[in-house]
Each structure stands twice: as C-alpha cells, then as structure tokens.
C-alpha cells in the first residue's frame, strides 16, 4: 500500500508556492491536466493557473505536462501554458516518468509529480522515485472508470487519514 500513499496531500495546485517546494527541495514538477490544473474536458483558459505557472517557471522551477488525455488536447494546453508536456503518456508506468524527468534533466529526487488521482498520478510517480502530491479533484465530472477508481481511492486515502470525498 505504501506505493499509493502520496507525500503530500492538498487542496489546490496554488498550495504549491516556491517556499512548499524549497521546503522539500524539489526543482521540477510532473503535472498532470483533467481536474488537476484544468477541469475535465475543459478548453476554458485559467488565468488563475497560468500566472501559478509563470511565477513558478520565473523562480526556476521546472514544469512538464504529464496526462493521460488525447495528444490533441494535451498540446492545446502545452501551447497555452508555455512549458513542454505530452499526452497519451500511460501513467502509471514508470517509463513515461522516466522520459520526463529525462526532459526536465533533474534526477527523481528533486521532481514532485502533482495529480488528482491514486491509482494514475501517485502509483506511477511512487514507481518512479519522485516526491508524490495529490490534489483534489477539481470537478467530479469524470470518465466512467475514473468514478469507480476514486471509491477505491476514498478508501486508501482514508488509510492514510484522509478522508476526501473523491
């Protein structure tokens, strides 16, 4: 189980500020898209995330689009985002990590990969070495097997003491 138990657990990518990274001496981060940075399906731009982004990227941390979602809507994102990423990536096979941290050129120590879910964004960065953070979901909009995964996951977060509604 301790494969699945993420390092930190938080509300919004926004309580990642460059004083919680330094304090976990991380330099890079693997973000995944749906309901993590934008809503599930949404083309919608997020000022909010974007100025989150820049100020990140302007204090030297190193930012890398990791999702599962089609290639197409994940460069639409990259593009808007102005950081480097891909889509289709197989999340949670180590490998994908593995390629990204190769881009970002930062050993898995010092990447936190950023997700809303267990079994995908936790496990794969867990395999990989990295320093895990999960974020809740921003909608509860989801394909049908992401529904039944986060019961499942309700039930090893409350293992670890939290108790979500995911």
């Known amino acids: 189980m301790s494969l699945l138990r993420p390092d930190d657990v938080i509300g919004h990518v926004h309580d990642i500020t460059p004083e919680f990274l330094a ?69 949670p096979n180590p490998r994908a990590f593995h390629r990204a941290l190769g881009v ?19 496990l794969g960065g867990n395999l990989a070495g990295m320093h895990t953070i999960l974020v809740r979901p921003l909608m509860g909009n989801a394909l049908p097997h992401t529904r039944v995964a986060r019961k499942l996951e309700r039930a090893v977060l409350k293992r670890y003491g939290h108790d979500w509604k995911v």
């Open 23 to 91: 304090g976990r001496s991380l330099r890079g981060l693997l973000l995944d898209l749906d309901n993590t940075l934008i809503p599930y399906g949404s083309y919608e731009e997020r000022a909010d995330v974007m100025r989150w982004a820049a100020e990140l990227r302007r204090v030297g941390i190193r930012l890398y689009l990791l999702s599962n979602a089609r290639g197409r809507r994940a460069r639409f994102w990259v593009d808007k985002l102005g950081f480097e990423g891909v889509g289709m990536a197989g999340k």
């Open 104 to 122: 970002l050129g930062l050993p898995a120590r010092q990447v936190g990969m950023v997700g809303d879910q267990v079994f995908t964004d936790v």
